[in-house]
C-alpha cells in the first residue's frame, strides 16, 4: 500500500483577495427596527485593502420615530448592556465589534448613511475591540435592548462621546 504519491503538478496557490470596507470612518448610519423606529450606529474604523475589510461599528442609543439627524448622533451615547461572564455575573459591555466586508450582502438589514463625522482615534484590528459579529446583529442588539434592561437591569457606565467626533456635513 502507498501512502504518498507525486503529483503531476502541484497545487496552485490560492490568491488572496483583498478588500475594502463597505462604509467609510465616521460614517453615521441609520436602519429600521421591528418597532417601526430607526436606530443608529457610528463607524468608528474602515480598512482598505485587506484581507477581511473590516469596519468596526459602535451602536448608539438612537431609536427614533423618524431617521436621526446629525445632531442625534453628535448627542447620542454608545449602547451598553450587561453581559454574563460567570453564572450570577454580570459586566457593562458597550456594543462595539468589528463587521466583514465579505457577508454584508449576506444582511437582511438595510444601512442609510445619514451623515459624516470625524473619528479622530485610530482603531486597530489587532489591539482594539476583538469581537466580531454578524450585520444583522446591529438592529438586534436595539430590538432586545428593553428585555436586556427588564432582566438585568441599566448598565453602571455610559459612554458619551468618547470617540471624539466633530460635524463634516449633514446629508451625504
Known amino acids: 500500500m502507498k501512502l504518498n504519491t507525486e503529483k503531476k503538478s502541484a497545487r ?3 490568491k488572496k483577495i483583498f478588500r475594502d470596507s463597505i462604509f467609510q470612518k465616521g460614517n453615521c448610519l441609520t436602519f429600521k427596527l421591528e418597532n417601526d423606529r430607526y436606530g443608529g450606529a457610528m463607524v468608528l474604523e474602515s480598512e482598505q485593502q485587506t484581507e477581511y475589510g473590516m469596519n468596526l461599528i459602535a451602536i448608539t442609543t438612537i431609536a427614533k420615530p423618524t431617521r436621526p439627524t446629525t445632531k442625534d448622533f ?3 451615547d454608545v449602547l451598553i448592556q450587561k453581559e454574563q461572564t460567570m453564572p450570577g455575573k454580570y459586566v457593562d459591555r458597550e456594543m462595539v465589534s468589528w463587521y466583514y466586508a465579505e457577508f454584508y450582502r449576506q444582511a437582511n438589514t438595510t444601512f442609510e448613511v445619514i451623515c459624516q463625522l470625524e473619528v479622530k482615534r485610530k482603531f486597530h ?3 482594539d475591540y ?8 446591529i ?31 449633514e446629508k451625504l
Not at 476583538?130 to 446583529?137: H, L, P, R
Not at 434592561?149 to 467626533?165: T, V
Open 125 to 127: 484590528f489587532d489591539n
Open 130 to 137: 476583538t469581537g466580531s459579529s454578524t450585520w444583522d446583529m
Open 74 to 76: 453628535e448627542s447620542a
Open 12 to 14: 496552485r496557490r490560492r
Open 139 to 169: 438592529p438586534t442588539y436595539m430590538n432586545r435592548n428593553e428585555e436586556f434592561i427588564n432582566q438585568w437591569g441599566k448598565p453602571d457606565k455610559r459612554l458619551k462621546r468618547q470617540y471624539s467626533f466633530s460635524s463634516q456635513n
